[in-house]
């Protein structure tokens, strides 16, 4: 690899300090390095817009931490490009290069010496009596919640438009093998292998004891319908991709969620097994 870009978070790195290191370290082996301008805005917020990064880029840098990472595989997944996350906090399941390890972790990377993992992402297309009005890409979850007062709401969930069950919850996280660390993990939800290529659903403070979470093939339709309240109200929710952008929804509207067809490309370069990350940020 010879032509790379950095995408940095400026409140882990404000004055640019390590960005400006990895250019100067790249130029060194012969490279090119572009990096992302701070005036730059995707899709309403900040972020990175893929039109500048230029075509001839064949992997991108993320300085900051997994959010970071989230962020810029979402912006720029259309491209097709490995991103390989450097962790400017505490240690990643995403990010997993960090500041002591970074210089030889640079050579390798412009050496090839590195291992490229496919990562399953997630599209949900939200509908308002049949019409799309909002869509949107997630590589770790899509979170359907509540919006409003504090109260149960009424989720009915269909699997390739068979009607499953309803949930009587604060919430409901569909997620990746990715996102299983994340908030799927702190509801109650298990841990899965970033290699595999499946759905979870858990409710997020279900109000029966028996509701676990459920795994589902990659192939399968997700669709979740917001229950009226009661007596027949208009009950208020939100779809979050990522913990990122928002789809407001009603009682009727429905969210209907699939594999993405594009994955992210993530650079791995440490010999670290996805389980000693495990144990490590577990025993934290």
């Known amino acids: 690899m010879k032509c790379f870009y950095i995408i940095t978070n400026t409140v882990k790195d404000a004055r640019l300090e390590v960005t400006h290191e990895i250019a100067r370290h790249l130029e060194s082996m012969g490279c090119t390095c572009h990096i992302q301008e ?19 880029v064949e992997c991108i840098i993320v300085l900051g931490g997994d959010g970071t990472l989230l962020r810029a595989a979402r912006d720029v997944v259309d491209l097709e490009i490995p991103l390989l996350g450097v962790n400017l906090g505490t240690l990643g399941y995403l990010a997993e290069i960090d500041l002591q390890s970074l210089h030889p972790a640079l050579e390798q990377l412009v050496k090839g010496e590195i291992e490229i993992e496919r990562r399953m992402m997630l599209i949900g297309n939200v509908y308002h009596k049949n019409k799309l009005i909002a869509s949107d890409t997630a590589l770790n979850d899509i979170v359907i919640t509540r919006e409003g007062a504090l109260r149960v709401v009424s989720y009915n969930n269909y699997v390739n438009d068979v009607f499953l069950n309803s949930y009587h919850a604060d919430g409901i996280i569909i997620s990746t093998p990715t996102g299983s660390t994340g908030y799927s993990l702190s509801a109650g939800g298990p841990i899965i292998s970033p290699s595999a290529s499946l759905f979870l659903m858990t409710p997020l403070a279900p109000h029966t004891l028996n509701t676990r979470s459920i795994i589902f093939p990659e192939n399968d339709k997700i669709t979740v319908e917001i229950g009226e309240g009661r007596d027949g109200t208009t009950e208020h929710a939100v779809a979050t991709f990522d913990g990122d952008t ?25 010999k670290r097994s996805f389980l000693e990350t495990l144990r490590k940020k577990m025993s934290l």
């Open 38 to 56: 701070e005036t730059e805005g995707h899709l309403e917020r900040p972020g990175t817009n893929p039109l500048s990064i230029p075509q001839e």
């Open 246 to 270: 928002r789809a407001p929804m009603n009682s009727g509207d429905r969210i209907e969620i699939r594999k993405s067809e594009k994955d992210t490309l993530i650079v791995k370069i440490s």
